[in-house]
């Protein structure tokens, strides 16, 4: 069973940034697409991020294209999510996903994950 660690969340004014990282156990990480998700309280899981096993290709929500950067470090068996000029409704928990499939595409589905990481808060004030 694979281990999603995120880290790096915070509070932080709006325009400001932050760097979250996703850590996974395990030695195949380099075989996955990884995700991003956030969920806002009252609100349902929404998707942020995604990037495929050789980090090649990403997608983007368009609530969040042009102020995020999803990479990843496979010799480190970690991902990160770099948001940028951040607005108040970025508030949310968000959490660290690995496809379900190994070799699969990205995708936008949370169906398509498989493996959750237990979220790290962020907080924008106004």
């Known amino acids: 069973q694979v281990q999603l660690v995120e880290s790096g969340g915070g509070l932080v004014q709006a325009g400001g940034s932050l760097r979250l990282s996703c850590a996974s156990s395990g030695r195949t990480f380099s075989n996955y697409a990884m995700g991003w998700f956030r969920q806002a309280p009252g609100k349902e899981r929404e998707f942020v991020t995604s990037?495929?096993?050789?980090?090649?290709?990403?997608y983007y929500a368009d609530s969040v294209k042009g102020r995020c950067t999803i990479s990843r470090d496979n010799a480190k068996n970690t991902v990160y999510l770099q948001m940028n000029s951040l607005k108040p409704e970025d508030t949310a928990v968000y959490y660290c996903?690995?496809?379900?499939?190994?070799?699969?595409?990205?995708?936008?589905?949370?169906?398509?994950?498989?493996?959750w990481g237990q979220g790290t808060q962020v907080t924008v004030s106004s």
């Open positions: 990037i495929s096993w050789g980090g090649r290709s990403t």
């Open positions: 996903a690995r496809a379900a499939i190994s070799f699969a595409s990205p995708r936008r589905s949370a169906d398509d994950f498989g493996s």
